[in-house]
């Protein structure tokens, strides 16, 4: 079933003349009350309820991107739209795009009243992928691990919750734009509830070299 749901999102973005706006109703993220500071205040980190039609000419796709609200991560579902500047045109980097520019969108009015932000940076892009990345793998314009921490944990968890990118379960596997090596990265519980404690550097990830065949005598 994940399989079909990662297959209709890469379609949807790769045809982007045959994506339409798609109709939800209203999505609302889970409330998270937090204590903050010495004399306590609470956020709601709940979202106002999306129009009902969606937006209106808007070409994209459904995904829960991960903002910070009261110090730690929560999902919040939106209609992201397809890039209209394609640095990539490989349909797992094109999503990885769509995802970065929602993070980068500054959260609204009443989403800043409920306690929301974003730390990921202006202008961080998806990078074409190099030869002898494996599957999945997704190149950002700067090395992940020179990233903010916070930064980094609404990425990886973002990337994690996507179907097009993140084909089940397990870590997500991020680059930089150089030759190094890219390296994986887990959403994990840890994380969600912690942003700046993600691991500065994840394990690296290779591809395994092609088994040799048969010698023929």
Not at 73 to 99: D, F, T, W, Y
Not at 104 to 130: I, M
Not at 195 to 207: A, K, N
């Amino acid at each position: 079933m994940k399989t079909r749901r990662r297959a209709a999102v890469l379609l949807a973005v790769s045809a982007v003349a045959s994506v339409s706006a798609l109709c939800g109703c209203g999505i609302r993220a889970t409330a998270v009350p937090v204590d903050v500071g010495a004399a306590p205040s609470r956020v709601s980190c709940d979202t106002p309820a999306q129009p009902t039609g969606g937006v209106s000419g808007v070409q994209g796709f459904r995904a829960t991107i991960a903002l910070v609200c009261g110090s730690q991560l929560v999902g919040v579902e939106r209609l992201v739209p397809v890039p209209e500047k394609r640095p990539v045109r490989e349909p797992v980097g094109l999503v990885a795009q769509a995802l970065l520019e929602a993070l980068q969108k500054s959260p609204s009015e009443e989403e800043r009243d409920a306690g929301f932000t974003t730390g990921v940076p202006e202008g961080l892009t998806a990078v074409s992928p190099r030869p002898g990345d494996p599957a999945g793998a997704v190149r950002l314009s700067r090395k992940p691990e020179d990233l903010p921490p916070v930064a980094l944990s609404q990425i990886v968890c973002t990337l994690s919750d996507s179907d097009a990118v993140s084909a089940g379960p397990g870590p997500v596997v991020l680059g930089g734009p150089d030759a190094d090596p890219p390296r994986a990265w887990e959403c994990t519980d840890a994380v969600r509830s912690r942003p700046e404690s993600v691991p500065t550097l994840g394990d690296v990830v290779r591809t395994p070299s092609p088994t040799p065949g048969p010698s023929r005598s």
